[in-house]
Every structure is written in structure tokens, then in C-alpha cells.
């Protein structure tokens, strides 16, 4: 979603859930305040490679393990990963190839991993009951690509725990490309660079400390697995593909001083055409492609990527910033960004209309539980029957007077047809999404093809916290 301005992402209440590992009560931790910004450099992240090709498919085995990461300047904090890396590396897919990934889990919880935003079958979703056991249990994803380009993702989705394993660290991206992106002449190569985004809360000892639903204390900005870092950049366009990996912290990107940027795809790939705005909202899950060009800056400038989003009393001026780009070199450019990105599919006649309510506990005494329709989440119900192959039209509306949520449907990409009884006919949500904001009070209108593959799948809050809170519910397409 594109705005200049837009509400803060507090959860509300507090229930902590059975958790991967127990979190001892903490009034102090590190203070933000005491980390100094932008003085260590943004990594890119490592690209994971395959041990095997043929000629339809690419095959990978990853590991998920605990490691040390320097997150925080001076501290080792234990994390959760892929393969070793904070945040996870970065699988390079094509469109019509397929891909298999062999995850073995060495982490002391049951997981499992969903590919955010892709199409696949139910077998291979990540389901929140579809568990990969700990002390080296392995299961085998199989992903088609049988979809246009997209920025997706890797999660942790088994049900009460993702939340904290996800905090812990437990993410990676999947670039899926086809030719109607790369014949278009983006920014590509080195300029062509994928930043995570998300906050944490650290002990005293540099030690991530998770507690449900615990927004305001989680002060520190990281991006790409380091808090508050720069990046060196030349004066020419670059493409950054945001990645919002936060449990409940939303963000408004925007450059500080008030720059325009070219918002050029989100969730499901391109946009129909390239989009001018001076800030780009993610709640979490979200994802927003975006072209800088730093053409305009003289060699040796200092330049901030901000978060702009209206906070809450009481937090720290620190969230306010991101990354810091240095300007420190001249190149070529021969990138474009055309008029025309891309024809979006066509909306087909929708056949079935469908509401739901999203609702959490917001007022003491706690605990709080979350939930759809009124109910919380039971993997032995079929929440929402779909015939296979039909257009269906959802209304998502956010019940709560204070918190804000969002919704993800798994399987599809889906079109936001009005946002509060407006149509959306450009900007961010004029493309395919997967995942969609709602404020509190708000109500969206979805429309989406239930096509390609048949079982059980599930829909939900985005907001971790609150989908392990109960906020989640299962659809069968039949």
C-alpha cells in the first residue's frame, strides 16, 4: 500500500503461546539510543545455490540451524537460520523451471516452511500442522513456478511457534523471474538488491528477547540482518526489492529528503506501470519493488531511508530510521524503467461473494485470543469450501477499534477491487498481491481465482503474533 501517511501497527493484548523456548522477563535490554547508526555496511545477501541440476528441475538441500550472528556492533546473538545466514540467502528461480528444496531442521522446535506468496500444491505450502520434526527431520518442498515473476519468501508456519521463530530469524527469499521482467532493461546485477526489513528487541547481553505481541519494545531497525547499517551505492538507478520480515511492526519507507520513488511492483511481481511516490507502506509480509536513482546526488552524499509512519507515545526517535545510503562513486547506466511494465491478468466475472471479519482481544484483562468470523483457528475445520476453479469476491473487514492486521491468502495472488468503498484502479494496490493492510475500522474488497490446484490451504492475519493467537483459518478447494 502507497501513502504518505498511515496508522502504526500496535498489536494489542498479549498471550504468550507455547514457545519454542522460554524468555525470561526482562525490564531493561539494550537501548537503542546506544547503537551506533550507520556504522557498519548493509550485506548483500549470499545466493544459495543448487547441488544438482536437470534440465527441468534445480534441486537444493538447506539446513536449518542455530548460528551467531553480529546483529548489534559488539554482541553475538543466537539466531534462528537457513543455511547458517541472518537474515536467510536468496534462491534465484525462473518461471516454468522447477524447483525442489530438501530442509532438514537442526532447531530445537518443530517447523514448518511456507514460500510466501506462491503457487503450489497443498503438500508443499507449509501448512501450520505439516510439522518437520526436530533433531534432523528433513521434508521435500516442491515448487512449479508455475507463476509470473514474484518477490516471495521463505517462513517458518507451524502454528503457536512461528511467531517466535520467525523473530528469532527464521526467513530467506525466492526471486522468481521470467522474461517479461528481464527483457525490460530494470536495474539488474549488482544493482539489483533485495533488503529485508524488520524490527527486534535485544537483553542485555545482545540476546533477541521475544515476547507475544510485545511491538512497543521492539526498537531496533534491522535490514538485511544488521541494525541500522549503510549502503554504498553509485550515482545511477538502482532497483531495491523490500522485503517487510517484521512480526507486527509496519513501515513507511521514504528517502529523508523527500525524493520521489519510482514504486515499480509489489506482492505479485510488476506493476501494470511505473508508479511516482515519496513513501512506500509495508505491513508485514508485504513486499514493495522500487527504483532509486541516486543520479541526482553528488559523489560523497549521505542520504537516509526513513520510516515515516506516524508512532505511538513513547517510542523512540531510533525507529524512525533504516539504512543510510552513501553516495560514493560514479558509473554507466544504460537501465530504463519503461512506461509500461507489464499487462496484468484480466478480472473475470466473479461467481461468489464472501465476508470475514478479523477480531482480537484489546482491552485487560488478559490473555487475548484473535480471531476470524468469531472463530480462533482449529486445523480440524473446513473453514471456507471453494469449487475449483471459480472467481470468488472477499470482503475483509478489521473489527477492532485500536489494532491494526492484515490478510494473506495462501495459494493465489489476488486484485484489491476498493479500499473502504473506493476503487482501486492505480498505485500499489492496483497490481497482484498476496497480502493486503487493514487499519483498524478498515474494510477491503478482494477478488481472486481459485485455480491450479486443489486441498487445503489457509488464510490469515500477517501479523505473526496474531495469527499464533488464533487469527488464521482453513479453506478447501474442491
Given at each position: 500500500?502507497?501513502?504518505?501517511?498511515?496508522?502504526?501497527?500496535?498489536?494489542?493484548?498479549?498471550?504468550?503461546?507455547?514457545?519454542?523456548?522460554?524468555?525470561?522477563?526482562?525490564?531493561?535490554?539494550?537501548?537503542?539510543?546506544?547503537?551506533?547508526?550507520?556504522?557498519?555496511?548493509?550485506?548483500?545477501?549470499?545466493?544459495?545455490?543448487?547441488?544438482?541440476?536437470?534440465?527441468?528441475?534445480?534441486?537444493?538441500?538447506?539446513?536449518?540451524?542455530?548460528?551467531?550472528?553480529?546483529?548489534?556492533?559488539?554482541?553475538?546473538?543466537?539466531?534462528?537460520?537457513?543455511?547458517?545466514?541472518?537474515?536467510?540467502?536468496?534462491?534465484?528461480?525462473?518461471?516454468?523451471?522447477?524447483?525442489?528444496?530438501?530442509?532438514?531442521?537442526?532447531?530445537?522446535?518443530?517447523?514448518?516452511?511456507?514460500?510466501?506468496?506462491?503457487?503450489?500444491?497443498?503438500?508443499?505450502?507449509?501448512?501450520?500442522?505439516?510439522?518437520?520434526?526436530?533433531?534432523?527431520?528433513?521434508?521435500?518442498?516442491?515448487?512449479?513456478?508455475?507463476?509470473?515473476?514474484?518477490?516471495?519468501?521463505?517462513?517458518?508456519?507451524?502454528?503457536?511457534?512461528?511467531?517466535?521463530?520467525?523473530?528469532?530469524?527464521?526467513?530467506?527469499?525466492?526471486?522468481?523471474?521470467?522474461?517479461?521482467?528481464?527483457?525490460?532493461?530494470?536495474?539488474?546485477?549488482?544493482?539489483?538488491?533485495?533488503?529485508?526489513?524488520?524490527?527486534?528487541?535485544?537483553?542485555?547481553?545482545?540476546?533477541?528477547?521475544?515476547?507475544?505481541?510485545?511491538?512497543?519494545?521492539?526498537?531496533?531497525?534491522?535490514?538485511?540482518?544488521?541494525?541500522?547499517?549503510?549502503?554504498?551505492?553509485?550515482?545511477?538507478?538502482?532497483?531495491?526489492?523490500?522485503?517487510?520480515?517484521?512480526?507486527?511492526?509496519?513501515?513507511?519507507?521514504?528517502?529523508?529528503?523527500?525524493?520521489?520513488?519510482?514504486?515499480?511492483?509489489?506482492?505479485?511481481?510488476?506493476?501494470?506501470?511505473?508508479?511516482?511516490?515519496?513513501?512506500?507502506?509495508?505491513?508485514?509480509?508485504?513486499?514493495?519493488?522500487?527504483?532509486?536513482?541516486?543520479?541526482?546526488?553528488?559523489?560523497?552524499?549521505?542520504?537516509?531511508?526513513?520510516?515515516?509512519?506516524?508512532?505511538?507515545?513513547?517510542?523512540?526517535?531510533?525507529?524512525?530510521?533504516?539504512?543510510?545510503?552513501?553516495?560514493?562513486?560514479?558509473?554507466?547506466?544504460?537501465?530504463v524503467v519503461p512506461a509500461a511494465l507489464r499487462t496484468?491478468?484480466?478480472?473475470?466475472?466473479?461467481?461468489?461473494?464472501?465476508?470475514?471479519?478479523?477480531?482480537?482481544?484489546?482491552?485487560?484483562?488478559?490473555?487475548?485470543?484473535?480471531?476470524?468470523?468469531?472463530?480462533?483457528?482449529?486445523?480440524?475445520?473446513?473453514?471456507?469450501?471453494?469449487?475449483?476453479?471459480?472467481?470468488?469476491?472477499?470482503?475483509?473487514?478489521?473489527?477492532?477499534?485500536?489494532?491494526?492486521?492484515?490478510?494473506?491468502?495462501?495459494?493465489?495472488?489476488?486484485?484489491?477491487?476498493?479500499?473502504?468503498?473506493?476503487?482501486?484502479?492505480?498505485?500499489?494496490?492496483?497490481?497482484?498481491?498476496?497480502?493486503?493492510?487493514?487499519?483498524?475500522?478498515?474494510?477491503?474488497?478482494?477478488?481472486?481465482?481459485?485455480?491450479?490446484?486443489?486441498?487445503?490451504?489457509?488464510?490469515?492475519?500477517?501479523?505473526?503474533?496474531?495469527?499464533?493467537?488464533?487469527?488464521?483459518?482453513?479453506?478447501?478447494?474442491?
Open positions: 500500500m502507497v501513502t504518505t501517511s498511515a496508522a502504526s501497527a500496535i498489536g494489542a493484548g498479549g498471550l504468550l503461546l507455547s514457545a519454542p523456548r522460554s524468555s525470561a522477563a526482562v525490564t531493561t535490554g539494550i537501548d537503542p539510543a546506544s547503537i551506533a547508526k550507520y556504522a557498519r555496511r548493509m550485506p548483500r545477501l549470499p545466493a544459495l545455490l543448487p547441488h544438482a541440476v536437470s534440465p527441468t528441475t534445480d534441486y537444493y538441500r538447506v539446513t536449518m540451524k542455530e548460528a551467531q550472528a553480529e546483529v548489534v556492533p559488539g554482541f553475538l546473538t543466537e539466531v534462528n537460520t537457513f543455511d547458517g545466514h541472518f537474515p536467510g540467502p536468496v534462491l534465484h528461480a525462473r518461471s516454468g523451471r522447477r524447483v525442489v528444496v530438501t530442509q532438514t531442521n537442526r532447531l530445537g522446535v518443530p517447523v514448518s516452511v511456507h514460500l510466501h506468496g506462491a503457487h503450489v500444491p497443498s503438500s508443499s505450502d507449509g501448512a501450520p500442522m505439516d510439522l518437520i520434526a526436530t533433531d534432523g527431520g528433513t521434508k521435500t518442498y516442491t515448487y512449479p513456478n508455475q507463476q509470473s515473476h514474484a518477490n516471495l519468501w521463505f517462513h517458518d508456519h507451524a502454528h503457536h511457534t512461528e511467531s517466535e521463530t520467525v523473530f528469532r530469524g527464521l526467513t530467506a527469499t525466492y526471486l522468481l523471474r521470467d522474461d517479461v521482467e528481464t527483457r525490460l532493461g530494470l536495474p539488474s546485477g549488482r544493482y539489483d538488491v533485495p533488503v529485508s526489513i524488520r524490527d527486534a528487541r535485544f537483553d542485555e547481553d545482545g540476546q533477541l528477547h521475544y515476547e507475544m505481541n510485545d511491538f512497543a519494545n521492539r526498537q531496533v531497525i534491522l535490514a538485511n540482518g544488521r541494525a541500522w547499517p549503510y549502503f554504498e551505492v553509485a550515482a545511477r538507478k538502482y532497483r531495491f526489492r523490500f522485503y517487510n520480515t517484521a512480526n507486527l511492526r509496519s513501515f513507511a519507507l521514504a528517502l529523508a529528503d523527500g525524493s520521489p520513488i519510482t514504486l515499480i511492483g509489489t506482492d505479485g511481481g510488476l506493476l501494470a506501470a511505473p508508479f511516482q511516490t515519496t513513501s512506500v507502506t509495508l505491513s508485514p509480509g508485504e513486499r514493495a519493488d522500487v527504483v532509486i536513482d541516486f543520479s541526482r546526488y553528488p559523489v560523497g552524499t549521505e542520504l537516509e531511508l526513513r520510516n515515516v509512519i506516524p508512532q505511538p507515545p513513547g517510542q523512540p526517535v531510533d525507529v524512525a530510521q533504516v539504512l543510510q545510503f552513501r553516495v560514493t562513486r560514479t558509473a554507466s547506466d544504460t537501465s496484468l491478468p484480466p478480472l473475470p466475472p466473479a461467481t461468489v461473494e464472501r465476508s470475514f471479519s478479523l477480531l482480537m482481544d484489546e482491552t485487560p484483562p488478559q490473555p487475548a485470543y484473535a480471531y476470524i468470523n468469531g472463530k480462533e483457528f482449529d486445523d480440524q475445520r473446513i473453514d471456507t469450501t471453494i469449487t475449483y476453479g471459480t472467481t470468488e469476491v472477499w470482503t475483509v473487514t478489521n473489527a477492532n477499534l485500536r489494532a491494526p492486521h492484515n490478510f494473506h491468502i495462501h495459494l493465489v495472488q489476488f486484485r484489491v477491487l476498493e479500499r473502504n468503498g473506493v476503487a482501486v484502479t492505480s498505485g500499489a494496490e492496483s497490481g497482484l498481491k498476496d497480502t493486503v493492510m487493514l487499519r483498524a475500522g478498515e474494510t477491503v474488497k478482494l477478488q481472486a481465482t481459485f485455480g491450479g490446484y486443489r486441498g487445503v490451504y489457509v488464510y490469515h492475519c500477517h501479523l505473526f503474533d496474531h495469527a499464533s493467537m488464533g487469527m488464521m483459518a482453513q479453506m478447501q478447494v474442491v
